[in-house]
């Protein structure tokens, strides 16, 4: 049974740190994309971070790029999302995603049930 479980959420000042925690069951990461989305109330879901298994290529948004660090540790099955610098408007609920090639919220085939970050002061 092919299963995304994420866990890292928290709320958090702004400027803080957070590790979102996406792990995989019953497929194997190093043969897929898997990419980290975020979902704020009244918005669309969007693409924030993906992470190709293959080779370990990573691809970020561009409001998240020097602040976020996607990574995998193959061995665990489990893809991360280092977040610092963190801002109210990174508030959402993040979702991991798996494909076989690409990281396009349509086409993925797994999520994952979604963690809360919110950052408030």
């Known amino acids: 049974q092919v299963q995304l479980v994420e866990s890292g959420g928290d709320l958090v000042q702004p400027g803080g740190s957070l590790r979102l925690s996406c792990a995989a069951s019953?497929?194997?990461?190093?043969?897929?994309?898997i990419g980290w989305f975020r979902q704020a109330p009244g918005k669309e879901r969007e693409w924030v971070s993906c992470?190709?298994?293959?080779?370990?290529?990573?691809y970020y948004q561009d409001s998240v790029k020097g602040r976020f660090t996607i990574s995998s540790d193959n061995a665990k099955n489990t893809v991360y999302l280092q977040m610092n610098s963190l801002k109210p408007e990174d508030t959402a609920v993040y979702y991991c995603?798996?494909?076989?090639?690409?990281?396009?919220?349509?086409?993925?085939?797994?999520w994952g049930q979604g963690t809360q970050v919110t950052v408030s002061s």
């Open positions: 992470i190709k298994g293959s080779d370990g290529r990573t």
């Open positions: 019953g497929f194997t990461l190093a043969d897929h994309v």
């Open positions: 995603a798996a494909h076989r090639i690409v990281c396009v919220a349509q086409m993925m085939d797994y």
